[in-house]
Structures are given as structure tokens and as C-alpha cells.
């Protein structure tokens, strides 16, 4: 696995962006966040997720290794890092490696985070854009209150810790009810929830924070169970938030609302769907695979029981599971707003062996705006079709019931049949494309058919198309003696085949990047061809297993 510390900037934070930012910053708004601070907090919320006390060493140290970017520092304090992307700006400003000190517990490590701390109030106690953002700082509140047992002592007298705390709540308090909806944020009225339950002259205002938090909760969770960005580990964390905050609220003698069960009880399901035979997650929509272990674990905590379904209709992907073989794919049933739109991997699909992952899409990073999160969010990062440098566009989510259903499955004997239609390439080409896949009850054979129809001629230039399977980097790849098959061993000495009539079979570079700061080659079996005339094109492949 190889770690990159790529750095495109010159310079530290970016500075001003509208007329928001400047009013923010402007001395009358800073004191009007002036309040009063108590002398110490109510209740301390649990941190559900673990931390790992040898990353707190390495950031001791001075190494601060944040969405997949290293950097060594020293004794120089980290907040104005030179040469630094934004996104490892804003995961440092979002004190969840705090959870990290906290593992370690020794009271060098509780001083150190202290120290850090302290030299953040004296930067960054006013509003700084990027830094006071809602989500950045919600996210910044959870860490604090959920840590303040840890960093405060029992008779706290200078440090300015509450005071910061309290500046930063008032704030997102307020920035609650003026911004616009984001993706998600469920965070947001946590991080409030928190507060409230914290601060005792806050409490009054939990009935009215839980009220929200049920709105949002209903809005993010699709009746099926899929969170709206269709992102897997965006599932998991949530997962998390809510049992945290489950846990805060039974602490404080407070009711839990039943959308928040509901919620937990929805969401592990959509997790096990998700996950493969390896107990991580895949690779869809910017999600990243996690630690190992972390998705049982978080399973285990929530006690919810149900099995994983084989669709999400509203959230658009299907399950194939025979045997030990597992297949995922999104099929863009229920459509997308284009506000939830991350990568266009339309009709994509991985399909793993037990532990082992063979077909897999490129994965992404942590900045889906730079040139790389724009490259793995592409339709050629996905094991899917794909025409020339153009991405497949997902149907507009429809307000009523579609009468075009563009997924059928059906099952006899174990055996699994799927068949899709994406027009996903119908405006910019002209053409459909029909994906069928079977799954055999054995799970030892994996057959598909791509059918390309053009509807008109395609413009100029456009009429190449090619159909990629990427492949996991830990398989091992040759072709046949012939040059017309892919012979593929895993591991742990399984053997694949992967086999087509197609006339143009090659075996490209790839990469892949499962996890933040992953970049590794890997290779991807490619099948190109052309759309002559408006003639439709057949494109029948499989993948079998050998015998051993």
C-alpha cells in the first residue's frame, strides 16, 4: 500500500469567500456571542467509535497524517501548515483525532491534547471560513463535548475550554436555521443536542433539537433503509451518531424518540448489504472500506437483527448472494436528485469469494473536488460502460410512480437472474445500455451480457465505448496461452477465469483506493469497441471459478 503527501497548495487557509464570511468576522458579531460560561458540563456524551492510540504517538511527534495527507511538522504547531489541501485542514480542525489521545489515556497524552487545544482557541476563537463552516464545526463540537472528561480536571480554573465551547455553540445554533439543506445534517443537530444536554440552562431547548433531528432523520433515510448520498460508509457513521446520541439521551434520563430507533434499526440492514465477505464495506459514492472489524462492531452495539435485503428500490442497488459469492450493484432504480449525486458508477458493480474481493470499482478520496476525487468519481472508474471521457447520468428521481421499471429479478433454485437498462447514455450518445447477470446457485459462475442499442446515430467521435472490469490488487493476472482469456488467482491460490467472444479483450493499468491516502496499481480487464450505423452490439461474458 503506498501513502502520497501530495501537496498543491502554497499556502495555508484560504481566506474570505461572501458577504457571510465578513459579517462573521466583523468584532460586533464576535461579541455578540458572548454569553455566560458554567463552570463545568452536565454530562460528558460517549464517544462510540474507537480510537487508536498509536496514531495520538505519531501526532506527538509531530506527524499529522489527515484525509490520506501526510505532513511532518515537529514542534510546529499543525493549524497553519503550509502546502496542505483543504481537506486535511478541515479533518484537523475537526478534532476527532481526540478520540486517539483519549485511547492512549496517560496523562501525557491528555496534556498534549490540551496544549493543541489551547493554541486553537488562540488562532481560531473568532470565525475563520472553511474552520467555522456547519459541518466542520459541528463536528468539532461532538469531539469536544464527547472528550471533555478526558481534557478538563475536576477543579478547572483557567483553561478557556468551556468559554470556546460555549462561543462556537451559540454560533452553529444560529447557522442552523439560516443555511441551506446540505447532504445531511444530522451532525448538526447532534452537535446542538449535545450542547443542551451539557449545558444545563440549554436543556429546555432538547424537546425543540429533537423535533428537528426526527425531520432530518426522515429525510436522509429513504423508506427502504439507503441513506440519500449512497454512500456505504456514510451508513455506518451515521449508524455511530445515532448511537451515540441514543446512549447520551438514555445518560440523561431523556426519552429516545422512536425516529431515532427507527433509524438504527433501518440502517444495519443497509450496512450488512453492504458489506462483503471481508466485513467491509464497498466501494460506492466516495465510501471507503474502513478498518477491519469496525462494521461488526458497530453492528454488535446497535442490537438490531435484521438481515440484509436483496434491493434497495428507493436507493437503487441490488444483492446477489449464492453461495460464497457476493455481487453489489447500483442500479439507479428511484433515480437521484442531482444534490446527491457523487460518482456516476450507473450499472456498476463488485463481486467478491468469501474474504476475497476480484471485481471492485477504483474507490475515492477524501477531497471529491480535486483533480483525483473528480478522476474515481468518474463513470471510467467503475466496472461498468462507459463511452469515451463521458460519464453515464443518473435518471432524475421522479415525484410519482415511474411505470418504466428498469430492474427485473428473478430466482429459481438459488440461481439469480438481474436485468437492467440504463439510459444513462441515451442524451449524449443516443444509445441504451442492458446489463443482464447470472448469478449461479453455486456462486462459482458469473455470467454477463451488455447490450449496446443506439436510438440514432451517435455524434462524431463518440461511437467508441468500452465495458471494464476493475480488478483488486492483491489478485494475481495472466492471460491464457491463446491471449483470449484472463486467468485470475487469488490469495489465497483460488482460481478465476474470466472469458468473452468479444474480439478486442486487453488487460489495462488501474488504481485503486480503498481507504485515505491508498493509492495502489492494480490492472482492469477492458473489452472496446464501436458503434457502427445504429446496429445493436452483444457483449456476452463470465467469470468462473477453477477447479482447484
Not at 444534490?339 to 478520496?365: K, P, T
Request: proline share 5%; hydrophobic share 40%.
Amino acid at each position: 500500500m503506498s501513502k502520497t503527501a501530495i501537496m498543491p497548495a502554497k499556502e495555508g487557509l484560504p481566506s474570505r469567500r461572501s458577504v457571510s464570511d465578513v459579517i462573521f468576522s466583523s468584532g460586533a458579531y464576535q461579541a455578540s456571542l458572548k454569553c455566560r460560561v458554567p463552570k463545568r458540563l452536565a454530562l460528558a456524551p460517549a464517544d462510540i467509535f474507537p480510537g487508536d492510540g498509536e496514531r495520538a504517538d505519531n501526532i506527538f511527534q509531530g506527524q499529522f497524517d489527515f484525509a490520506g495527507f501526510s505532513i511532518e511538522l515537529g514542534n510546529q504547531e499543525p493549524w497553519q501548515a503550509l502546502g496542505m489541501p483543504l481537506a486535511w485542514h478541515k479533518e484537523l480542525h475537526e478534532f476527532g483525532w481526540l478520540r486517539d489521545f483519549a485511547a492512549n489515556g496517560s496523562e501525557a497524552a491528555r496534556r498534549h491534547a490540551r496544549a493543541l487545544i489551547q493554541s486553537w482557541i488562540a488562532g481560531f476563537d473568532i470565525y475563520h471560513p472553511y474552520i467555522w463552516d456547519e459541518e466542520v464545526l459541528a463536528r468539532r463540537l461532538i469531539a469536544w463535548f464527547c472528550h471533555s472528561d478526558f481534557l478538563l480536571e475536576k477543579e478547572e480554573s483557567d483553561f478557556s475550554f468551556l468559554r470556546s465551547l460555549r462561543r462556537q455553540y451559540v454560533h452553529l445554533s444560529r447557522i442552523s436555521k439560516t443555511k441551506p439543506r446540505t447532504e445531511d445534517k444530522v451532525q448538526t443537530w447532534q452537535a446542538l443536542l449535545y450542547g443542551a444536554l451539557g449545558f444545563a440552562d440549554m436543556r429546555k431547548n432538547c424537546d425543540r433539537l429533537l423535533t428537528s433531528l426526527e425531520a432530518e432523520l426522515n429525510r436522509v433515510v429513504l423508506a427502504d433503509g439507503c441513506h440519500i448520498s449512497r454512500n456505504p460508509e456514510r451508513h455506518l457513521t451515521l449508524l455511530g451518531d445515532l448511537l451515540g446520541l441514543r446512549n447520551t439521551l438514555m445518560a440523561a434520563s431523556e426519552m429516545v424518540p422512536v425516529a431515532i430507533n427507527n433509524a438504527i434499526d433501518r440502517l444495519a440492514p443497509a450496512i450488512r448489504f453492504f458489506q462483503h465477505g471481508d466485513g467491509c464495506l464497498a466501494l460506492f459514492n466516495g465510501g471507503m472500506r474502513l478498518k477491519e472489524g469496525q462494521c461488526d462492531n458497530l453492528l454488535s452495539l446497535s442490537d438490531a437483527t435484521g438481515r440484509p435485503p436483496h434491493r434497495f428500490p428507493q436507493g437503487g442497488f441490488e444483492r446477489l448472494k449464492a453461495g460464497r459469492a457476493l455481487l453489489i450493484l447500483e442500479s439507479g432504480e428511484g433515480g437521484r436528485d442531482k444534490q446527491d449525486l457523487r460518482h456516476s458508477g450507473l450499472l456498476s458493480f463488485e463481486f467478491s469469494y468469501g474474504r476475497e474481493r476480484l471485481i471492485v470499482n477504483c474507490g475515492a478520496v477524501r477531497d471529491l473536488t480535486s483533480s483525483w476525487g473528480k478522476a474515481l468519481a468518474a463513470t471510467a472508474a467503475h466496472s461498468t460502460l462507459s463511452f469515451n471521457n463521458l460519464n453515464a447520468v443518473f435518471p432524475e428521481r421522479s415525484s410519482g410512480d415511474s411505470q418504466h421499471n428498469p430492474v427485473v429479478r428473478n430466482e429459481e433454485d438459488g440461481n439469480i437472474w438481474l436485468d437492467l437498462e440504463s439510459e444513462g447514455y441515451l442524451m449524449s450518445i443516443g444509445a441504451l445500455h442492458r446489463r443482464r447477470l447470472y448469478l449461479d446457485a453455486s456462486g462459482l459462475a458469473l455470467r454477463g451480457e451488455d447490450q449496446i442499442i443506439p436510438e440514432r446515430m451517435p455524434p462524431s467521435g463518440r461511437s467508441h465505448f468500452t465495458i471494464r472490469f476493475h480488478l483488486h490488487p492483491d489478485l494475481s493476472i495472466s492471460r491464457s496461452a491463446g491471449g483470449k482469456n484472463i486467468l485470475i488467482r487469488t490469495p489465497s491460490g483460488t482460481g478465476w477465469k474470466f472469458l468473452t467472444g468479444a474480439p478486442t479483450l486487453s488487460l489495462e493499468e488501474s488504481v485503486y483506493c480503498s481507504e485515505p491516502g491508498e493509492r495502489r496499481r492494480n490492472q482492469q480487464i477492458v473489452i472496446n469497441g464501436q458503434l457502427i450505423d445504429q446496429e445493436p452490439i452483444l457483449i456476452k461474458w463470465a467469470l468462473t471459478r477453477l477447479s482447484d
